[in-house]
């Protein structure tokens, strides 16, 4: 479409935005929900490696974001480090995605959808009812941010920059990825599973590398999550999340870099609008479902595309058209 | 020992709204191939239907029966004018009924408040009876006694009548059954319809005992998924004793196990997955 030059100009300009970006919004709350939309944004682009690339819905992310948020808060509450505790986070997340994985992977299609679901559910029912581990529906509050390298990350500013550099490293992984023979594979296997399995890929191991993969940056998400709130609550681990992720990927498009994290941008900043006026969020998040599905099924970044072209192309229909009838429509 | 038997009778009687649950959920899920994510709304929708329908007047089956033929219409309307429009799509279905169950329950939220509502039993079930100097409750058994007669009568259609026949057809070779003259996708709906309303019915059965509360939705579907799973996708036997087999296994878990009861509930469900992917009666892998 565009010239690598002009692709890469434009990654500079937005790189330069993100990293000036609290320099010219200036208000805290703005820069949380900058922080907000970046972390979701990781999450959503480590979904969308199982349901973009790999072909897989997931619904039992928000287990896998959880898991990495819970581990980590539990640990800290109990006193740790904060290194042992984020490197504890991410092991379990790892060792809860291989198990996920394996089991969720016995089927694919809607099959696969419904184990991930139920498994989410379990680990839900883990953080919400196993109230001696997990406190319950009280949750676990954080004893405060961790200070890398000496800086304090307590402040809006230095979280937001904490962030975006997971966020950029994040993108980096997912660009390398993209391009690589294991990111062809994982299409490969989306497209024509049984042609990969005739040339001699292992088409379980692949897909089960993706899991991972998938869930390596989910719990890194979790973490950044639990580090922003301060705090985890069953509420999160709910299917509400894994859905809410879910629509981030397909709103934005799936398959695409971009689209996960337009997707988050919006549901982010439209959650945030819609709760500060009317108290039914879970509504007009139905009401979008239901909307993108019926009108703009490929989401919204190659939709708004498509919708872009038909009104272009029927503008110059229209331009045209009494040019045509100047000249007696002997065009052709 | 009492406390056993209590918790036998109270496992049975689960077992039996599981059954009325998930016979539709397998149905639509299982034959027509629908992830419906909306299953567990129709039960919740259809229990507030039900409350609403009680508060009118109505006597408690006749409620249970427009609550369901309430529901056959919205689940119907949803079919034909939505979903139909998707076939084949999962992912595109996935969105469709999760964006609903949303939709259904937030408005339950805004209609019936957040406050738990919990209907009287009907006054002829009111009360127990003695079997062998043992007292059951009647409400119970009678749940017991309708899912029964639900799964013969399903059974019955789908195996033994013309109905039955065309439906699985339809669901074995679409093209084939079309041009036989079978309408498939009036079928369908029909099951869709079915399916709905056998989730409403069940909400209203379970409501006495259960009470409706929001996020009984997202109670329910997780139970009709394990169900489903465990007895195999489309088997009707399978969801039967799937039902039971979770219908004891929340009851007693609950007894013995508190902390861990939910946890419990999926470990049949997980077994049965990395030995047995078509599930306990299935015959293909889901």
Not at chain 1, 98 to 104: G, I
Not at chain 1, 298 to 326: C, D, F, K, Y
Request: glycine share 10%; with cysteine; proline share 4%.
């Amino acid at each position: 479409m565009s010239s690598p030059g002009l692709r890469r100009a434009a990654v500079a300009v937005v790189l330069v935005l993100l990293l000036t970006l609290p320099a010219w919004v200036g208000n805290p709350y703005y820069i949380n929900i900058a922080s907000q939309i970046l972390h979701w944004a990781v999450f959503a682009l480590a979904l969308n490696v199982l349901v973009g690339y790999a072909g897989l819905v997931s619904l039992g992310h928000a287990g896998l974001f959880a898991m990495a948020g819970y581990t980590a808060g539990l640990l800290l509450a109990a006193g740790s480090g904060h290194f042992t505790a984020d490197v504890a986070a991410v092991g379990v997340t790892l060792a809860t995605s291989a198990v996920f994985a394996v089991l969720a992977l016995r089927s694919t299609g809607i099959g696969f959808l419904m184990i991930t679901l139920a498994i989410g559910q379990i680990l839900w029912g883990v953080a919400y009812r196993w109230a001696s581990l997990t406190n319950g529906d009280n949750g676990v509050n954080l004893p405060g941010r961790p200070a890398p390298f000496g800086i304090s990350l307590a402040g809006a500013d230095a979280f937001y920059y904490a962030t975006l550099v997971v966020f950029v490293l994040a993108v980096a992984s997912m660009a390398v990825f993209v391009r690589s023979p294991f990111g062809a594979s994982v299409r490969g296997t989306r497209d024509q599973a049984a042609r990969m399995n005739a040339l001699g890929y292992n088409v379980w191991l692949i897909r089960f590398l993706a899991f991972l993969f998938s869930g390596f940056w989910s719990g890194i998400a979790g973490l950044l999550f639990v580090y922003y709130n301060q705090f985890i609550s069953p509420q999160v681990v709910a299917l509400q999340t894994s859905a809410e992720v879910l629509l981030m990927v397909i709103s934005g498009g799936t398959a695409t870099l971009l689209g996960p994290i337009v997707g988050a941008a919006i549901v982010v900043i439209m959650k945030n609008v819609v709760s500060a006026y009317i108290e039914r969020w879970n509504l007009v998040l139905g009401v979008i479902f239901v909307a993108i599905i019926v009108f703009m099924p490929e989401g919204l970044v190659p939709g708004s595309v498509r919708l872009w072209r038909l009104g272009w192309r029927a503008m110059r229909a229209r331009l045209a058209a009494p040019a045509r009838e100047m000249l007696g429509d002997r065009g052709r | 020992m009492s406390l056993w038997l209590t918790l036998a009778v109270n496992s049975v009687a689960l077992g039996g709204l599981l059954f009325l649950l998930s016979a539709g959920f397998s149905l639509i899920f299982g034959l027509m191939r629908i992830p419906n994510l909306m299953h567990g709304s129709f039960f919740m929708l259809g229990a507030y239907l039900g409350v609403a329908f009680l508060a009118k007047g109505l006597n408690f089956w006749a409620a249970a029966l427009a609550s369901a033929a309430a529901m056959a219409v919205i689940g119907g309307v949803i079919e034909r004018f939505l979903l139909r429009r998707l076939a084949g799509q999962e992912l595109a279905q996935v969105l469709l009924t999760l964006g609903f169950s949303f939709v259904i329950a937030d408005i339950c939220l805004m209609v019936w408040t957040g406050d738990p509502i919990q209907p009287p039993t009907p006054p002829e079930l009111r009360g127990a009876v003695a079997v062998l100097s043992i007292f059951f409750p009647l409400y119970r058994l009678a749940i017991v006694a309708i899912a029964v007669a639900v799964a013969i009568g399903l059974w019955l259609m789908i195996d033994w009548t013309r109905l039955g026949a065309m439906i699985r057809a339809g669901v074995d070779d679409t093209p084939i059954a079309r041009v036989v003259g079978i309408k498939v996708s009036r079928l369908f709906t029909l099951i869709f319809c079915l399916g709905a309303a056998l989730a409403a019915f069940a909400g209203v059965m379970g409501a006495p005992y259960l009470s409706v509360y929001p996020g009984l939705d997202a109670d329910m579907l997780p139970l009709a998924l394990i169900v489903v799973i465990l007895g195999g996708t489309g088997s009707l036997l399978g969801a039967l004793v799937g039902s039971f087999l979770i219908g004891f296994l929340y009851n007693f878990g609950q007894a013995i196990f508190p902390d861990l009861a939910y946890v419990i509930l999926f470990l049949p469900m997980l077994l049965v997955l990395v030995l047995r992917p078509q599930g306990l009666f299935g015959r293909v892998a889901s």
